[in-house]
């Protein structure tokens, strides 16, 4: 679901007007013929894929479905297509949709195409977020292609006269097991027009009797990309193509005063556009933009600015919305503790910082408009766009190719207005790409946030107190996975200094890294050791599982932490995952370094459908954690930020790179959940708690520093 | 201007100064090396000059003129991919892959100069190029894949 500040959101945007008017007879033809397989949604599904949640009436007759989910067309050439308004932006959602189809319609992986994200074509989605493509899209999309694969048996049963259960699905084939006869998926689909509304209770394919699914499998599109002829949104050619550049105001929130544009007007082939707050420039050779934009006089507002980044907890604090009260329950429960903590914990704002920045290229054919971009949210593009422009969605097609990554941080259209603003002035396409400093300063951020924590626990070990209020950085995994009756856990709003949205795993990062390191102080409290403090403490069994596993694979115990070497370890649950992390941290007291040196994560989110691809973007969360845990912080004061380059704002590189190990615990039983996000909340604290058991300093603020 | 890329003669309008990035992405169409952040700090602009690994985005288009450009479009030969980019699917050393064509020319300069790397070479030869998503354990994998020659045969 989506993060707590993020639902307000959604709700601005109404439902999409659905395009796909015509019958089904027209549509197959549209087509081409064959057989084409959709999806009604109901219920849940149809309100989580859908912005409004609202219904938009039924389905009968001839008419297409109103709630369409994932849909599936089986193409006269035997091929299939499959249409999802879900994205790729490195997640590997294609690939794993993608192996979903060739599972159950036994087919192999180069046959099977994916239209993801095309507003035209794709059925509405509300966006690539919330870890929701495993759990909501492989479903439906499992549903229309073992319905499919029943359609083609049924075809080839009619044919042949035979007895339906003597036939099997193999390579693109169906073939006779008595006779020896097979019909190609071509030779079973060339000629028909069928098509086929399911429902949600169609039944797949067990995970026991998987054959690619739970399997290694490599990227789909991997050639296209080591030989870079993947065009992302940046790479996007049309003829006539124009640059644009955007200026931008010097300062938050200052205003355009006044604009001289005549030099700049005068540049042969120079497209100047000024509108209000916007004003632009747009020319056919991108190394003439700067000449431009220098010929351009723009006199600014200059607002005050009182919120800075040394001072960010200072400001949340200061301007929580609404009272916060502490609980008089939690107050009489820690009398009866033996040990108590209480503490505070920081979290700065964050930089997404995906290695491609926004882009998008714009073209206009009378009021319709083209827009190609890298998103998250095809939709929410076409909607926004459509809004800026006072146009119906329908004239607006958003088409988004596989992104240079995103993590939360490509939800909004901004470059995709800009591109459309100019193109429309300059009567040809344009492509906008943002530079770095833009991405870094125009974009959104990870909410920075305080959170305050304080309990008890008894000598024995057993948690009897526990009060975690979150100010501004979310409320996902707020409450704690382990036992504790009558814990209160609070999120507070605040104003925000600075432009803040979704981010991978954002709140729940910020709550496990308090919860954790916090579980580890109190351990220290009552003199318990920290692993056993939290197994005497988890009743739930999949928790406990992935400890036992990470510590396992760690060795967790058998070295004691000295000086220079910490060990530690957390654990935690988020949308629908298990994850225990267990790390070693190398101290070099002289220059005050912390180096993880080795990790080892056990992470369970049920059935594993791709075990190479998994622990790949396990592997990927933990560096990207090490980030947040050690090095990140959005640098900002006066309205400016102070740190808007690769240069000083540091990502994790290749020496930042520890001997990893991640552990998965496979569970056939369950059914899958998503993993873009919930491997990257356990690294912080077990970095915390290493650098506690080495040092004997509690790093309390991220990104954390020895003093 | 000419410049020599992937083998070719290609003739350039360009102003000499213009970062080679730009008249490879915008006037030869060769939009493989990628803008990342214009300071020489992301390495996903990486091309070869004469074999050695370069920042197209810092370099001027002058600076290549009589050496052989080697961009990420030019390591597949005859429809053969290099080993290197074998090795990057074999390891599933991405995942948005748009640092990829930076990492493997990158590693393609490691490799000319150094054909049988350790991991602290890999590690250092590459600390200027950076994915975000974090594959860096496989991008590892797959350079000593592709140095010792286990990057191809892949089905």
Known sequence: ?707 | MELVVNGRRRGSSSDPERPLLYVLREELDLTGAKYGCGEGQCGACTVLLDGVPVRSCLTPAHVAQGKQIITIEGMERDGQLHPLQEAFIKADAMQCGYCTPGMIMSAAGLLHKTPHPDEAEIKRAMQGNICRCGTYPRIVQAVRMASIGKGAAHA
């Open chain 1, 1 to 707: 679901m989506p993060e707590t500040f993020e639902v307000e959101r959604y709700e601005l945007f109404s439902g999409p007007a659905y395009r796909f008017t015509p019958d089904r007879r027209e549509f197959l033809k549209l087509l081409g013929g064959g057989i084409v397989v959709l999806l009604a949604l109901d219920g849940a599904d149809a309100v989580a894929q859908e912005s409004s949640g609202r219904r938009r009436g039924g389905r009968g007759g001839g008419e297409m479905p109103q709630n369409l989910g994932a849909w599936l067309h089986i193409r006269p050439d035997g091929g299939v297509t499959v249409f999802t308004g879900k994205v790729e932006v490195g997640q590997n959602a294609r690939t794993s949709l993608t192996s979903v189809v060739a599972e159950e319609l036994r087919m192999d992986r180069g046959r099977i195409e994916m239209v993801m994200g095309d507003t035209q074509l794709t059925p509405f989605d509300m966006g690539t977020f919330g870890s929701q493509t495993t759990p909501r899209m492989v479903p439906q999309i499992q549903k229309v292609a073992a319905v499919a694969r029943e359609m083609l048996i049924d075809l080839a049963a009619q044919q042949w006269k035979a007895e339906r259960s003597r036939l099997v699905v193999e390579h693109g084939s169906v073939r006779n097991q008595d006779s020896g006869q097979a019909l190609s998926f071509a030779e079973l689909s060339k000629g028909q027009e069928l098509t086929r509304t399911i429902t949600a209770d169609t039944r797949v394919t067990p995970a026991n009797d998987w054959k690619v699914l739970g399997h290694d499998q490599t990227k789909v599109n991997a050639r296209e990309i080591v030989t870079g002829r993947h065009r992302y949104a940046h790479d996007v050619a049309r003829p006539g193509l124009l640059y644009g550049r955007i200026i931008r105001p010097p300062v938050y929130e200052a205003k355009l005063q006044s604009v001289d544009s005549t030099a700049a007007e005068k540049l042969p082939g120079v497209t100047v556009v000024h509108d209000g707050e916007f004003l632009g420039v747009a020319c056919a050779d991108s190394s003439k933009l700067a000449q431009a934009v220098g010929a351009i006089k723009a006199q600014w507002s200059t607002p005050q600015s009182v919120a800075n980044s040394r001072d960010l907890s200072g400001y949340l604090k200061a301007h929580t919305h609404g009272p916060v009260q502490l609980s008089s329950e939690v107050t009489e429960a820690l009398k009866s503790a033996d040990g108590k903590v209480e503490s505070t914990y920081h979290i700065p704002y964050i930089a997404h910082t995906p290695l491609e920045t926004r882009a998008a290229v714009a073209e206009w054919d009378g009021d319709h408009v083209t827009i190609w971009t890298g998103s998250q949210r095809p939709f929410g593009v076409r909607d926004e766009v459509a809004q800026a422009f006072g146009l119906n969605s329908a004239n607006v097609r958003v088409m988004i190719p596989d992104t240079g990554s995103g993590y939360g941080g490509k939800h909004t259209a901004e470059a995709a207005i800009e591109a459309a603003r100019l193109a429309k002035a300059a009567g040809k396409p344009v492509k906008v790409a943002w530079s770095r400093e833009e991405e870094f300063t125009w974009a959104y951020f990870r909410p920075g946030g305080v959170i305050e924590v304080r309990s008890g626990a008894r000598k024995d070990g057993t948690i009897v107190a526990w009060e975690f209020h979150n100010y501004n950085s979310g409320g996902s995994a707020i409450e704690s996975p382990y036992n504790i009756p009558g814990q209160k856990c609070q999120f507070h709003a605040t104003d925000s200094p600075l432009r803040q949205g979704s981010y991978r795993g954002l709140a729940a990062t910020a709550n496990h890294f308090a919860r954790e390191c916090h579980m580890d102080e109190l351990a220290e409290s009552v003199g318990m050791e920290p692993l056993a403090f939290r197994l005497k403490n988890a009743e739930n069994p999949r928790l406990r599982k992935v400890m036992e596993t990470a510590a396992e694979s760690f060795g967790w115990g058998k070295t004691k932490s000295n000086p220079t070497l910490g060990f530690g370890i957390s654990a935690g649950f988020e949308k629908g995952g298990y994850i225990s992390c267990c790390v070693e941290v190398r101290i070099d007291r002289a220059s005050k370094q912390i180096k993880v040196v080795r990790a080892v994560q056990a992470f369970e989110c049920g059935a594993v459908l791709n075990p190479l691809q998994l622990k790949n973007q396990i592997e990927g969360a933990m560096m990207m954690g090490i980030g947040g845990a050690l090095i990140e912080a959005v640098q900002f004061e006066n309205g400016r930020i102070l740190n808007p380059k690769l240069s000083r704002y540091h990502v994790p590189r290749f020496s930042d790179l520890p001997a990893i190990e991640v552990v998965l615990v496979d569970r056939k039983d369950v059914q899958a959940a998503g993993a873009g996000e919930t491997p990257i909340v356990g690294i912080a604290p077990a970095i915390g708690n290493a650098v506690f058991r080495a040092t004997g300093q509690r790093l309390r603020s991220l990104p954390m520093k020895l003093a």
